[in-house]
């Protein structure tokens, strides 16, 4: 038995740790937290302190008897999770749940895997952080306080099953803030004008003038005044100029970076740098810091010197700007920087080029250019045209590496250098144009964008980022944008060759595709909440919390009484907006219906946005869902009253009604009791009857059975899970062994008999009278099964020795009981 035991929280992080270690060591993993906050509960008494309730997971109780063991049987054990609050927290778990003795276990921090980092951690053991621990803690205790009290809110005033956070929520408002701006925006019409010159060499260049114009009539008439005038260079600068190389990765640099130039999720960039961390190639990716240590600034010059030469190397120290900037680690880098591209999965490779080109150009030198600008005089009038030109001299850390912007303008700058031209030189003018532009909205928010905004305002920290924006999206409050756009005509005069003429062109404007996207839920939830929880959505508030996790971490506040300070006035509020908020259905009335009077409008109805005609009082009421892309805040009474046309009736089909109309997921046409789903860009309101057939015979034809097995028939599909075939109510995958396209009658038994073979192999128990069985589930337990009523029984106990009895009293206590409720009445 190894005298060392070190945990860490990661497989990946044991396995790569473990090459570094000799025979005395044995390297385990506690998958994370092996203790945290009840998910049932609230898990925190708020009479006491707010003590947080910790208990370990039924799944994570194996593993903790497991570490228990080794950890008895070890001479010294060493906690080396990472080096951040949520790693000292899972350190601070595993020694009170392992019951650790003080004198034998020791923690230790790296933020890279590499031998000469361990062999440091070791030499530089310390104890743990309590300061650190109680941040986490006072995170963990605030946001739980914030979802657990606010959601039921919501479940009341809005509709079941939605959540609030501290950070989620502020998110979704910047979002819903931005595309307010944006709807609220009325673009403003100008021309610009551009023209093209000709030196007396022949060289072409192309110059604007500063000004705009704001009319098309103003316009025509500058470049009539320009007809048989005459063009000269009236002034030329050149002058010296540099570029300088943008700081190394932070987590938030890094995101964006990841997003701008590799396309990368935020969640996406995370996972892969992850993996990248755990095999020891860069070092840790939560990061604030913008340093390096003495030993990447030398590992960084001597990469440089040795690839490109001594004038391409200038040492560079940063500073960050992040407020409230966590723990003192370096920068993301690569742990070997004359490693530049290793053998790796393609994201992980990408990912890593990215980090190493970033690090490498942040310590060369400058990049060194000449600017030339030239004003060009006209004979006829007092403007001039202005080009610019660059070019560069030296180019420094620009041989590695250019950061990108999220600025989506393009740039109507000259690239590159201009032709040489002197003071006075005759310039013949080709054309001189005038286009009209419109001033644009502001730009809907990237995961990146947001992720930099988060940033600037002090809300969240590197940790938070991703797991923010996966929670706004897979709550619904907020999704990719999917419009590409609609399309814009504007109009171009040009003048040439002495004679002004009218061109009409188009652009595509208002696409979102990819965007983050507020829905209409998310908007109503924001609302409601900026409403009556102004404190919680404040972006001063929130910043405010992360600087007192900051002060908490430094061991300059209480944990404890900040909780107290914030519940004080939190909780009273739930009460009073549980008690007398009205509920919030985004209610808008659109109109009248002309045939009954009614009302029309839309509203979040149960099964999402719909539109209504009939107030509520009204006992006869009509409803329509509506279609994918339409939002409560912007649809019209047309369209509304569009949508009531529906379902529309399209004619018989072999003795069934064929319908077109409009569901939960989207178009689709009902044949007898079949919904077959329209093909994207298909309309319900468009769909005739020939097409409909078309897709009948097909779904017929892919329902169709494909053989016949034990006298049963079998069918084929695509499911969410990939290729199945369904027999006797059994759905089989079917695995790429198998050619799907073309099953054989044997691939077809065998894909059966193994199923069944595998049905019985977990069946451990069955009462088919009462229609109850014990089968085998993941992780070697057992489950209860009666109807869609599942119930898992505990590892301790025997599955084989269940009673019939024991099974039907657990099977009672799990079913839901059907209430009475009296209905509440309504608010005037």
């Known amino acids: 038995m190894p005298k060392n035991l070190v945990i860490v929280e990661s497989p990946a992080k044991a396995k790569t740790i473990e090459r570094f270690l000799g025979k ?39 593993l903790v008897t497991k570490l228990k063991g080794l950890a008895k049987k070890a001479e010294m054990i060493w906690l080396a999770s990472d080096e951040d609050r949520e790693g000292e927290a899972i350190s601070w778990h595993l020694a009170e749940e392992l019951g650790l003795e003080k004198s034998k276990t020791k923690r230790i921090v790296f933020n890279s895997i590499t031998k000469s980092a361990i062999q440091r951690a070791i030499e530089n053991p310390r104890e743990i952080n309590y300061n650190l621990v109680n941040a986490q ?48 925006f009325t673009p403003e019409a100008s021309y610009r004008i551009k023209a093209e010159f000709k030196t007396e ?85 939560r990061t604030d810091s913008v340093n390096l240590s003495k030993e990447a600034l030398t590992a960084a010059k001597d990469a440089i010197v040795d690839s490109f030469g001594e004038k391409y190397s200038t040492v560079r120290s940063y500073t960050g700007k992040s407020k409230g900037a966590q723990e003192a680690h370096e920068a993301i880098r690569p742990t070997d920087m004359k490693l530049q591209s290793p053998s790796l999965e393609r994201d992980q490779q990408k990912l890593y080029e990215l980090i190493w080109k970033r690090t490498l150009a942040s310590q060369m030198s400058d990049a060194q250019l000449e600017r030339t600008n030239v004003r060009i005089k006209a004979s006829a009038h007092n ?6 030109g660059e070019v560069i001299k030296f180019d420094g850390f620009l041989k590695v ?33 005038a286009t009209e532009r419109f001033t644009r909205p502001p730009y809907r928010y990237t995961e990146a964008s947001l992720v930099k905004k988060l940033e600037e305002l002090g809300i969240g920290r590197p940790s938070t980022y991703a797991p923010t924006i996966s929670t706004i999206l897979n ?130 109805g149960r099964f999402g946005p719909m539109a209504q ?36 009736k399209l004619g018989v089909y072999e003795g069934e009604e064929v319908e077109a109309s409009v569901g939960r997921f989207g178009p689709y046409v009902k044949f007898g009791k079949k919904f077959i789903s329209l093909d994207k860009g298909e309309s319900a309101f468009e769909v005739d009857m020939d097409r409909a057939i078309e897709l009948i015979i097909a779904k017929q034809k892919a329902d169709a059975p ?7 028939e079998v069918t084929k599909g695509v499911g969410r899970f990939g290729p199945f075939i369904k027999w006797n109510s059994m759905f089989i995958n079917v695995n790429k062994k198998y050619d799907f396209d073309n099953l054989t009658k044997d691939d077809i038994v065998e894909l059966i008999e193994v199923k069944k073979q595998k049905e019985i192999d977990k069946l451990i128990q069955e009462w088919p009278d009462e229609g109850i069985r014990i089968e085998k589930a993941r992780w070697g337990r057992h489950n209860i099964i009666k109807g869609k009523v599942k119930v898992e029984l505990s590892k301790d106990i025997d599955a084989t020795k269940v009673s019939l009895e024991d099974a039907q009293a657990l099977i009672e206590k799990k079913s839901p009981k059907k209430k009475t409720k009296a209905k509440a009445k309504a608010k005037k």
């Open 475 to 604: 709550r619904g409050y907020v999704e990719k944008g999917t419009i590409e756009g609609t399309e814009r005509k504007y109009a171009q005069l040009i003048l040439e060759a002495g004679v002004v003429k009218e061109k009409g062109l188009t652009e595509t404007v208002g696409s979102d595709k990819g965007k983050m996207v507020p829905t209409d839920i998310g908007m109503i939830v924001n609302d409601f909440l900026v409403s009556h929880f102004t404190n919680i959505l404040d972006y001063n508030f929130t910043a405010k919390v992360e600087e007192d996790f900051d002060e908490i971490a430094a061991g300059e506040e209480d944990w404890q009484k900040v909780m107290q300070s914030f519940y004080k006035d939190f909780h009273p509020t739930v009460l009073d907006v549980e008690e007398n908020a009205d509920r919030a259905s985004g209610e808008r009335i659109l109109g009248e219906d002309p045939k009954t009077g009614k009302p029309v409008l839309v509203r979040l």
């Open 24 to 62: 005395d060591f044995q390297v385990e993993s506690s998958f994370g937290h092996i203790a945290d906050l009840p998910s049932k509960e609230l898990g925190v008494d708020v009479d006491n302190n707010f003590q947080p309730k910790y208990i370990v997971d039924r799944e994570k109780k194996a």
């Open 137 to 184: 803690q006072a995170r963990r205790v605030l946001d739980r306080l914030v979802g657990y009290q606010l959601s039921p809110v919501l479940w009341k005033k809005i509709k079941p099953g939605l959540s609030a956070g501290r950070v989620q929520s502020v998110a979704v408002r910047l979002i819903v803030e931005r595309a307010r701006e944006i709807e609220a």
């Open 613 to 648: 005609i009939g107030s509520a009082e009204d006992e006869e009421k009509r409803f329509a869902s509506l279609l994918p892309d339409q939002s409560i805040t912007t649809i019209t009474f047309e369209q509304a009253m569009t949508l009531f046309e529906l379902p529309r």
């Open 383 to 388: 403007d001039e045209f202005t080009a610019n």
């Open 706 to 712: 494909i053989a016949h097995y034990e006298d049963k």
């Open 401 to 433: 590496y250019l950061e990108s912007t999220d600025e989506e303008d393009t740039n109507e700058e000259q690239d590159g250098m201009l032709p040489a031209m002197i003071v006075g030189e005759n310039l013949i003018n080709k054309y001189i144009s």
């Open 201 to 285: 060499k022949g060289k072409v260049f192309e110059a604007k003038l500063s000004k705009t114009f704001a009319s098309k009539t103003d316009a025509e008439s500058f470049l009539k005044n320009n007809i048989g005038a005459d063009f000269s260079v009236a002034k030329l600068d050149k002058k010296p100029a540099k570029k300088s190389p943008a700081a190394p990765f932070t987590t938030s640099t890094l995101q964006q970076e990841a997003s701008r130039k590799l396309y990368f999720s935020v969640g996406r960039t995370m996972q892969v740098a992850q993996r990248l961390y755990e095999a020891g190639l860069i070092t840790y990716m």
